[in-house]
Nanobody, 127 residues
Framework: QVQLVEFGGGLVQAGGSLRLSCAASGGSFSSYTMGWFRQAPGKEREFVAT????????SYAGSVKGRFTISRDNAKNTVALQMNSLNPEDTAVYYCAAHRGRLISSRLGIQDEYEYWGQGTQVTVST
């Protein structure tokens, strides 16, 4: 059973930065596709970013591209999300997710493809 724990959420002013981390245990982390999703108040959970296990290639939602960077450290079983130029619309609970194996490009942002989820960490961006 894979367990995911997120760290690094908090309160930040608009224009600021935060770095989220997710620590994985209980599985073969290096073989997992890892993703970040978020859920804003009153909205459905949405895709933010993902990183493949095979080649480290990344994919981003249009709303965060150029501002957020996802990375992974297979030696430490961690995945990070560096968030810059934050705005109030980024306020949400951010979730780390893992899929065993590889996903084709068209499935990278599909929540149902990810078998394991963290408990989430709150990010609040103030004006």
């Amino acid at each position: 059973q894979v367990q995911l724990v997120e760290f690094g959420g908090g309160l930040v002013q608009a224009g600021g930065s935060l770095r989220l981390s997710c620590a994985a245990s209980g599985g073969s982390f290096s073989s997992y596709t890892m993703g970040w999703f978020r859920q804003a108040p009153g909205k459905e959970r949405e895709f933010v970013a993902t990183i493949r296990s095979s080649d480290g290639s990344t994919s981003y939602a249009g709303s965060v591209k150029g501002r957020f960077t996802i990375s992974r450290d297979n030696a430490k079983n961690t995945v990070a999300l560096q968030m810059n130029s934050l705005n109030p619309e980024d306020t949400a609970v951010y979730y780390c997710a893992a899929h065993r194996g590889r996903l084709i490009s068209s499935r990278l942002g599909i929540q149902d493809e990810y078998e394991y989820w963290g408990q989430g960490t709150q990010v609040t961006v103030s004006t």
